[in-house]
């Protein structure tokens, strides 16, 4: 499907820059509705099955979690992982970065298995197509530790004192 005219590509990657630039500066209220018509742009332009449409749902995605509203961004970040494995396949470096953020956010839900499945199999694919040395490898390997260490508090947290240790048994290990 080509650009419904030239000006459209340009439209949807500046509302995403500024929609970008608003979220770092803190401004995640006028941040959401330009992600939103930039995304609603590359559907109509693109598709919804497009790569560009994969990275504007991790963009408001990123945002929704960032506004607490961990249940609007999952179906977002799942969305934008399908598209990016069925598109670029399954070992492209932006599906990895699509697993990653969907670990995080999985993470940040409480579901540290899922979570590290994903981080692993992000950083697999990272490992083999940018290399070990390379920023967003550094990134996903430093979340899988970040994740293991959270993990770790977890299982203290559950062994520390006498009462916990009985319940240790109903106790189903994470990971």
Do not use: C
């Amino acid at each position: 499907m080509a650009w419904a005219s030239p000006g459209v590509a340009h439209t949807a990657t500046s509302l995403n820059n500024l929609a970008s630039l608003l979220q770092a500066q803190g401004d995640l209220a006028d941040a959401r509705p330009l992600y939103e018509r930039a995304l609603a742009i590359y559907e109509e332009a693109l598709g919804p099955q497009h790569p560009y449409t994969a990275q504007a749902l991790n963009n408001l995605a990123s945002l929704l979690q960032a506004q607490g509203d961990l249940a609007g961004a999952r179906p977002l970040h799942e969305r934008a992982l399908a598209i990016n494995e069925k598109a670029l396949g399954p070992a492209h470096p932006d599906t990895a970065v699509s697993l990653n953020n969907l670990a995080e956010l999985m993470q940040t839900q409480g579901d540290l298995s899922g979570a590290r499945t994903l981080f692993e199999r992000a950083l697999a694919i990272l490992g083999k197509t940018l290399g070990p040395d390379h920023s967003t490898t550094k990134i996903v390997a430093a979340n899988v530790a970040k994740l293991l260490a959270e993990n770790r508090r977890r299982r203290r947290k559950v062994g520390g004192g006498r009462s916990r240790r009985r319940r240790s048994s109903q106790y189903i290990e994470i990971i």
